[in-house]
Each structure stands twice: as C-alpha cells, then as structure tokens.
C-alpha cells in the first residue's frame, strides 16, 4: 500500500504569507494534484510536465472566474517554483 503524497510538506518551503493564504494554496494544489491523477495518472508533482499545469489552467479552469483563474495561477507558480522549472505559464 503506497502512502498518499503530502502536498504540505512538498510546498512547505515555499509557502509564504498569512494561514489563510497558505491554506489556499494547499487545497487548490491538492485539487491540481487530483485533476492530473485523474487524467495523466501522475500521482505527485515529481512526475509532472508542463503540459500537465498547463492542461490544468486552461482545461480545468475555463469555467472559472477570471479571479479563480489568476488564484490558481500563483499556485501553479509555487509548484513550479518548488519543482526547481523555469515555466512560465499565461492565462
């Protein structure tokens, strides 16, 4: 039985600001991290490309407000940023 992946900890080091904003960002990465199971079957972000986030903002996300949308950017940002990636990504 495989234990499930720990966002916090895999964001903790670049997590900044109040708890109210990072408690955002840990469920609205959970969320990406669950969209991209579901879809890619790319259980952490370890394994991850951009094209998944960028599936993500653009198919997983057109619905959303334009508000939601730049919320979910800064998340998509933190991943990257932890990821040690030089995307960049645009809504």
């Known amino acids: 039985m495989s234990k499930q992946f720990d966002m916090e900890l ?10 109210a904003t990072r408690g955002r960002h840990l469920r609205q990465a959970t969320i990406i991290q669950a969209a991209i199971a579901e879809r890619w079957q790319r259980e952490t972000p370890w394994g ?6 960028d599936w993500f903002l653009r198919s997983g996300l ?10 979910y950017l800064l998340t ?11 995307w960049i990504f645009a809504l």
Not at 10 to 19: E, I, M
Not at 62 to 71: L, W
Not at 76 to 86: D, E, N, P
């Open 10 to 19: 895999f964001l903790a080091g670049v997590l900044t600001g109040s708890q």
């Open 48 to 53: 991850w490309q951009r094209k998944h986030l």
């Open 62 to 71: 057109e619905q959303r407000s334009d508000g939601t949308k730049y919320y």
């Open 76 to 86: 998509v940002k933190l991943i990257t940023r932890r990821l040690g990636a030089s």
